[in-house]
């Protein structure tokens, strides 16, 4: 058969695939709740929050035993809060002996088929408690009675060529498979997100909200039911009068059907909680440039310079870890001091270069540290810095060390003048793949 003969084919193939890319896109992007999810969350709230509950959702252990049986025995109080799209359970058990609190809040969403909660211990006595360790943020035991459970879910970030691969494990009866990232990171070896999917029934998709290192324990029992503890990798310590800790937060989100569908009402559901807002509406991400700390300032002037003569619409330039301490970066942690023989100045001169079209200068470590340099300074005070959450840091006026006037004003300049070219270029680019669209008006930050 002959080229121009199966051309016809070939472009009638290849519509095919794209329209199958496209209503999946829809579909991923339209997904919402059945009334069988929505009822299986209800069954799960009330065998855990309910006035029936047996035991909580969390675990510990408190001077050497598990918590979880002498739990019924304390002094137990409850409350519900309802709000315009949650609704908000608190439970706290109290031990009379101690002093000690364990408190557990638990959102129900109204157009999700999910929870979220966070475990608080407070000691309420007039002595220190006894030792808390092993503390488990969830704790549950998931029913899989129609063969072995499937746990989809992904590497981490390593520097590797398989960073962010997708894993399967099929949990057979006697499984135990034990996950937790290194170096107090929270997704360097593995993602804190899990989809456990249970052979026709549909499955839970399991979230960690925690910035340090987690652990999770998928342990097939038997052949009906899987345990799956998470939460801080190592817990041992005891709490002064006074003093309180709190756990990861945890989200549960249950779906029928098969385990892409659980992807999809997962990212729906993240997509209308947990995207940053700012004044009510979607945050429009900042463009960042990122670069190795390690590279000379004279490198990293030569970069803005290019920056600057392309017009880029970069708003701002990152220099990551190594630029701080003595030594391998790694061993560094918590030394903010420059590396004087690749920044003789500091960053005077990077951060003076910054005030141009480039609106900010930060700079990170290897624990997620972030801070912003001011013109004029030679060295960086560290500082937690959440820029998709502050829409004020976006445009400059941001705790810690404050940019100068010039800054400020480069930062809101740039934020005005970009609005049309890398915002509309960026919105075509969504507006093909609808379940991937973050972005909004720069005007609404």
Known sequence: MSAQRLAPSAKLLAACAILAIICHAFQSFAATPTADEMSRRSAWLEGYVGSRAATPAFSFAYGGHDAGRSLVKWKRTASTHAFADRTLHATSFTDPQTGLVARCEVAEFRDHAAVEWVVYLKNTGSADTPILADIRALDDLIPSPSGDAVLH????????????????????????????????RSSSDFLPFFNLEMPSRGGVVIGLGWSGEW????????????????????????????EEIRTPQVALLFYQGDWIRGQNLWRRFVLDQHRPKANGQ?????????NWGGTPGAGHLENIKAIVAHDLPVEFYWIDAEWFGRGAWWMNPGDWNVKRDLYPEGFKAIATRCTSPVASCCFGSNRSVYARARPGSTNIRSGCWECLRNAASITGATSGPSPTGSLRRAAATRSRTATGSSTSATRKRDSSSPSSSLRASPSSA
């Open 153 to 184: 879910y992904a590497r981490g970030a390593v520097c590797s060529m398989d960073d962010f691969a997708p894993l399967t494990e099929t949990l057979r009866p006697g499984t135990r498979l034990h996950l937790e990232p290194a170096g107090g």
């Open 215 to 242: 652990a999770a324990d998928f342990i097939k029992q038997c052949a009906r039911r899987t345990r799956v503890r998470a939460g801080m990798a190592l817990t041992h310590l005891k709490l002064h009068p006074g």
């Open 282 to 290: 979607p945050l429009d991400p900042p463009v960042f440039n990122g």
